[in-house]
């Protein structure tokens, strides 16, 4: 299975546990010029920036540790131009779902600004 594959399959794992958690995805893969956010959902009136990392071994270690201090900063550029975009002051969030193995890890304020 290619890893893109694996990418997708994991980010629609991780669209339904959040579904199935009463949040509402409002987009998904949005791009910027430095980045892209895999899920944009909105939760208890809060804006959630979700990265999704999926594993199917532990080879290349755990999901959660790809997202790099680089990676966040990306996703962080995007999440504001998003924010911006729609005119938005609204309260936001940044978290990780990691997919390891088949047993979802959801780290809800993962990083900040």
């Known amino acids: 299975m290619s890893t893109k594959t694996v990418g997708d399959s994991g980010e ?3 669209v339904n546990y959040l579904i199935n958690k ?3 995805i409002n987009e998904r893969n949005y791009r910027s010029s430095r980045g892209e956010i895999d899920i944009i959902a909105m939760h208890d009136g809060v804006y959630v ?6 594993r199917s071994s532990k080879s290349y270690g755990l999901g959660v540790d790809a997202v790099t201090l680089v990676k966040q900063r990306k996703i962080i550029y995007t999440a504001n131009r998003y ?3 729609k005119g938005c002051d609204w309260l936001a969030r ?4 990691s ?4 047993e ?3 780290i809800e304020n ?3 600004l």
């Not at 920036?49 to 999926?54: A, D, R």
């Not at 940044?94 to 779902?97: C, E, Q, S, T």
């Not at 997919?99 to 088949?102: A, G, K, Q, V």
């Open 12 to 14: 629609d794992r991780a």
């Open 22 to 24: 009463g949040y509402t």
């Open 49 to 54: 920036f979700v990265e999704v990392k999926t």
């Open 83 to 85: 924010l911006l975009n």
């Open 94 to 97: 940044f978290d990780i779902i």
């Open 99 to 102: 997919i390891d193995n088949d």
């Open 104 to 106: 979802i890890n959801h």
């Open 110 to 112: 993962a990083f900040e």
